[in-house]
């Protein structure tokens, strides 16, 4: 491996899920295998989990780790290609990416979208800048359209809490949640693009609810059960994952209509006892109701838990590479 930017990185999801899972348990193993290598983890967008436990994974990898929150400590960053620098920023992403490269044997970028003009998002030009000018293997912290870290993590917690079921596959649904200001699509895109493959691989089935209007791109979608009825699609879900997304069509607005679609204890009792799950940070009674996320079935601590594991293997295959 090498870069690491979506789920197409990945042939075989159950491989890498096994991978990380064995990792968990034996956390330590590979410890020679990032001895005198260093991580460097650019933050252009404040973080939590992605910065903690990507650090954790490369400590316990042997490696060392350098953080830059380019947001805050670094110079102003330019990604326009023939444009004279007269205005407020002062660094290109040129000369900087290139110098990181020269400092990291790995390096981790975070990005989001601006939500302005959707073609400048999804072109994915700041992230595909970054590998092409630090020369160095690349791993999505998350960009504007994608999470991968996020959504392997999720998929090793699936898999991890579906273990010696009787039942062959899970019912997993992403569901879309309220919320009061203009998120990103990157969670849910990457999110039904991984469970998508994993559909396709045989791991799960695997439905999207949202209210009319907020249709994620097609490219992440291909395979899933797409339904507007929210009921139907909880209806005997084994995991129900809750996210909110600013609409792709009326790109970054939020619309009319998605009142009531807070998954609380009513609504998921037509489920068959799912697991709920959520990235975090999470805003309480807003998106997902307190009684849940404090009830028995929320696996969202589990699920931040295991972001550790997606980050070792995929920096061990990257390592295992070099
Ligand atoms: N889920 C997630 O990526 O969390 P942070 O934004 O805190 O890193």
């Given at each position: ?29 590979y410890q ?43 110079w ?41 003009d ?28 994608r999470?991968?870290l996020?959504s392997?993590?999720?998929l ?17 649904v992403?569901t ?17 693009e991984w ?18 209007g ?33 609409s792709?069509n ?73």
């Open positions: 491996m090498n870069t690491f930017f979506s789920a197409h990185n990945v042939d075989k999801l159950k491989e890498i899920v096994d991978e990380a899972l064995a990792l968990k348990a034996a956390p330590y193993a020679s295998l990032g001895k005198n290598k260093t991580l460097g983890l650019i933050f252009l967008n404040p973080s939590l989990r992605t910065r903690m436990s990507t650090q954790k994974a490369a400590a316990n990898l042997g490696m060392n780790v350098m953080v830059m929150n380019m947001d805050k400590d670094g102003a960053l330019e990604t326009r290609d023939g444009v004279v620098m007269d205005g407020t920023t002062v660094e290109h992403i040129r000369e900087a990416a290139a110098v990181m490269g020269e400092y990291c044997n790995v390096l981790g970028i975070r990005s989001f979208p601006k939500l302005k959707r073609a400048e998002d999804y072109s994915e030009d700041l992230f595909n800048k970054f590998v092409k000018f630090c020369g160095k293997p690349v791993i999505s912290l998350e960009s504007a359209t999470h991968p996020q392997l993590t999720d090793i917690t699936i898999t991890e809490l579906w273990q010696g079921k009787e039942r062959q596959k899970p019912k997993v992403l879309w949640a309220p919320h009061v200001k203009p998120l990103p699509q990157a969670v849910p895109n990457s999110f039904a469970m998508c493959k994993a559909q396709a691989q045989g791991l799960l089935d695997f439905t999207i609810t949202h209210p009319e907020y249709e994620l791109a097609e490219e992440f979608t291909q395979g899933a059960n797409i339904t507007v009825n929210q009921q139907e699609a909880f209806q005997d879900a084994d995991f129900i994952y809750v996210k909110n997304w600013s792709y009326e790109y970054g607005q939020i619309l009319i209509g998605g009142e009531g679609w807070m998954p609380d204890e009513e609504k998921l009792k037509v489920s068959n006892n799912a697991k709920v799950m959520h990235c975090l940070p999470v805003r309480r009674d807003l998106e997902l109701a307190s009684a849940v996320l404090d009830g028995p079935n929320s696996v969202v601590i589990q699920e931040a838990g295991n972001r550790v594991w997606a980050a070792q293997v995929v920096l061990k295959r990257i390592l295992e590479t070099q």
